[in-house]
């Protein structure tokens, strides 16, 4: 972390740190029963295998440390995982070895994990904790997934560590295939493109963790209750396909993601609006100050009017300024709660105001009491009117 260490000078120390799992007897003999019923034995492969294994498992995990605290979740998710299966088959140094290092990656999330009011990390893993996880991952699930007494399959060890190698695999692909070098970075990764569809940091995080458990746990069962390995494989493969193809696509992918993000209701890193539709007509400010509840003075809003195109009715909507971009997943749950001290609430729409467009611009603003500005020079659509105060009051 230090100094800038060449790729191949990084490639041959990890090779000499994989030969040492060799010199200790941690080598893929075999990958389970992927193809019939008998073990399929690497023979004179195995130890070229294991290093090769052992180098991938390196550097997936290094290669997805790219935003504060992921490597840290994931590598929990993965660590309980393999602690779980080291306590059934009661593999008690690998057991061991999990739950410490659970131990003192849970004290470093405390200080690189992003959390409301505590909004960038203090302390980051670097290269030599990444370095260090991938090569414990390496050792765990290499041991646990050999011998006559192994805990799992060796497939099943795919599924365990799943994310980071899905993902790493995937990005190597994408880049060779664009003429590029593969560990040249860019922003390929699947949290490059959770960010860019709109996830804040630590919601990327949370959902990649999500994954790797699910996908984690389905292996982990489909061994314990007895699904053939060859097709436990042939479900594998068939997801680094479905990955390898949609990551080579990143603007559907990215679409994709976006509409899982507005159908979970979270909030878009550096939008500081709410919107809030179907307002009363008859009594639009006192649903808003019932809404705002004591935070009413806080935040400023605009009041718009327009016509239903569809039934030719007349709406109202609001769009509230939130100066402070960690108020408003606050703001959004005081407004839901107080939803129901006001008439027909069902009707009430309140979320996150995003402009996807910029038809809306506004100039030389002016602010008329405590909450509403009127616009001297604005561009609209000709069906929406932005009203001022007197226009609201007087309804």
């Not at 060449?6 to 893929?28: E, G, K, P």
């Not at 790219?66 to 998710?77: F, H, P, Q």
């Not at 003192?104 to 990390?121: D, T, V, W």
């Not at 699930?141 to 099943?156: E, F, K, Y």
Request: glycine share 8%; charged share 15%.
């Amino acid at each position: 972390d230090r100094y800038a260490i060449s790729v191949s000078t990084r490639l041959f120390m990890q090779t000499i740190a994989a030969l040492l799992l060799v010199y200790s007897n941690v080598v893929l003999y075999d990958f389970g029963t992927i193809t019939s019923d008998k073990l399929f034995d690497t023979g004179f492969f195995a130890i070229p295998l294991t290093v090769f294994a052992t180098v991938g498992s390196i550097n997936s995990v290094n290669m997805i440390d790219g935003i504060d605290g992921l490597v840290g979740v994931v590598s929990t998710v993965i660590l309980a995982l393999i602690a779980v299966v080291s306590y059934v088959s009661a593999s008690e140094v690998q057991l061991l070895i999990s739950v410490c290092a659970l131990g003192s990656i849970c004290g470093f999330l405390l200080f690189n994990m992003r959390r409301p009011g505590f909004e960038k990390a203090k302390v980051f893993m670097g290269d030599a904790g990444s370095t260090l996880l991938g090569f414990l991952f390496a050792y765990l699930l290499i041991s646990l997934s050999q011998g006559q007494n192994r805990a799992i399959s060796p497939v099943t060890a795919l599924w365990i560590f799943a994310v980071p190698l899905l993902d790493v695999f995937c990005a190597i692909i994408r880049r060779i295939g664009m003429n590029k070098s593969p560990f040249k970075a860019d922003r390929g990764h699947l949290h490059h493109i959770l960010i860019d569809s709109g996830y804040r940091v630590r919601h990327a995080v949370y959902f990649m963790a999500i994954i790797q458990l699910v996908l984690g746990t389905f292996g982990i069962l489909g061994y314990y209750i007895g699904i053939h390995d060859k097709y436990l494989f042939l479900l594998y493969m068939s997801l680094f396909v479905f990955c390898t193809y949609n990551m080579t696509r990143t603007h559907k992918v990215i679409s994709i993601f976006h509409n899982i993000h507005r159908y979970l209701g979270l909030t878009v890193r550096g939008g500081h609006h709410i919107y809030v539709g179907n307002l009363s007509i008859q009594n639009t400010i006192d649903n808003l100050n019932i809404l705002l509840g004591d935070t009413n003075r806080q935040y400023k809003y605009e009041v718009y009017e327009s016509i239903n195109t569809g039934n030719g009715k007349l709406y109202r909507f609001a769009v509230l300024d939130v100066v402070k971009t960690d108020n408003i997943n606050r703001c959004i749950i005081t407004m839901r709660n107080n939803l129901k001290k006001i008439d027909h609430p069902q009707d009430i729409i309140i979320r996150q105001y995003i402009a996807r467009n910029n038809r809306i611009h506004t100039y030389n603003t002016q602010y008329l009491g405590n909450n509403f500005k009127k616009i001297f020079k604005i561009r609209q659509p000709r069906n929406i009117c932005l009203l001022n105060k007197s226009q609201v009051s007087t309804v």
